[in-house]
């Protein structure tokens, strides 16, 4: 299938330059943008967005995805008028002018819109945010759908990745793990991680299928940070007595984090039965080839 034209808003970050790598290899039209001045790069910044470098561009564009936020918990919970200002406002003033130019917006939520109570949220779940950056994620859900009923909206789970460059939280605890320091790892914060190559097949999935509204693409496999460190000391031939099963709640102030995310991709497993998310204990495999393994202990 030919694949379209995609404009891809924040392209520097961890999710944004992974699209727009997978996008530009496949589609050398692909367009992105950064607020940092760049050859590369057209320049927009969430603050005074402004799509004026299209006007110097010959080609149609016909979706934009989204991905210049400041998705950072303690900077939204610290100041909250700033990040508010580029996550919300920002984010809708330019899903107006993508509008006036016929370009269909897709956006990002998070799994952070949910307080944890209940057991498992689906897409149709009621969303009820404990804090800044949550609600940050609650605004835009709600009223992004009112400036435009064709956008799409993807609510994330914690997103990693197998390549040890772009340090994700896998990789940050595999290392750990691996020095034998000692880990205090909380066993009731709860969570579905995604591997980024299954959000990229997922989105690219949606924006084929002209999907809109709102999907969770998140993992399917439920885990905490205790069982994590536990599979990665496992796989790495690691005794794990360094690993101390701990509660959230010790670590002390800061934003208020949502205990129980078992956010499933309900509306989209449905829709797409055949994809094939990858599994934990395959991406953790993959992981452990960083660090060789310890012949001292058996697994
Ligand atoms: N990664 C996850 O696990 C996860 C989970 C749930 C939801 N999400 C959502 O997915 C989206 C992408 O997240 P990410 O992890 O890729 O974040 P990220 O790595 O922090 O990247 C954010 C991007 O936004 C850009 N940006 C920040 N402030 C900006 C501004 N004022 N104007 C223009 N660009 C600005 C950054 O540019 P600079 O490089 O110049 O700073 C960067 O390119 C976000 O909406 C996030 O909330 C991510």
Same mark, same amino acid.
């Given at each position: ?5 995609? !404009? ?17 290899? #496949?589609?050398?039209? &692909? ?6 001045? &760049?050859? @590369? ?18 080609? @149609?564009?016909? $979706? ?14 610290? /100041? ?6 580029? %996550? ?17 917006? *897709?956006?990002?939520?998070? /799994? ?9 949220? #689906?897409?149709?779940?009621?969303? +009820?945010?404990? %804090? ?16 435009? /009923? ?8 914690? #997103?990693? $990745? *197998?390549?040890?460059?772009? @340090? &994700? ?22 969570? %579905? ?15 084929? +299928?002209?999907?809109?509204? !709102? ?26 007595? +360094? ?35 990858? &599994? ?17 202990? $058996?697994?």
């Amino acid at each position: 299938m030919k694949k379209e034209n995609l !404009l891809i808003i924040g392209s520097t970050g961890y999710v944004g330059s992974h699209l727009y790598e997978y996008y530009k290899s #496949t589609n050398p039209y &692909t367009l992105g943008s950064s607020r940092r001045k &760049t050859l @590369e790069m057209s320049y927009c910044d969430l603050y005074q967005p402004s799509l004026d470098f299209l006007d110097q561009v010959k080609i @149609e564009y016909t $979706s934009a995805i989204i991905c210049a936020a400041i998705p950072n918990i303690a900077k939204c919970e610290n /100041d909250p008028k700033e990040t508010f200002a580029q %996550n919300v406002l920002g984010t809708l003033n330019l899903i107006r002018q993508l509008q006036l130019r016929g370009i269909k917006p *897709v956006l990002f939520s998070s /799994d952070i819109v949910f307080d944890g109570i209940d057991d498992l949220y #689906t897409d149709q779940s009621k969303p +009820n945010p404990i %804090n800044e950056y949550g609600i940050h994620k609650y605004f835009l859900e709600q009223l992004a759908p009112k400036l435009c /009923d064709e956008c799409l909206m993807i609510r994330l789970s914690k #997103t990693y $990745s *197998v390549d040890i460059q772009d @340090e &994700t939280f896998l990789h940050q605890l595999a290392r750990r793990v691996y020095n034998e320091e000692d880990i205090r790892a909380a066993s009731d914060l709860i969570f %579905n991680p995604i591997h980024i190559d299954d959000v990229i097949k997922a989105i690219d999935m949606l924006i084929q +299928n002209k999907c809109r509204g !709102l999907y969770n693409v998140t993992g399917t496999e439920t885990t905490s940070w205790y069982m994590l460190a536990k599979q990665l000391a496992h796989a790495m031939g690691k005794d794990g007595q +360094n690993i101390t099963e701990t509660s959230i709640d010790e670590f002390g102030a800061g934003a208020k984090r949502a205990k129980k995310l078992n956010v499933r991709p309900e509306r989209f497993l449905n829709e797409f039965p055949n994809f094939k998310f990858s &599994t934990l204990e395959e991406n953790i495999q993959n992981i452990t080839k960083f660090y060789p393994i310890n012949p001292k202990v $058996s697994s």
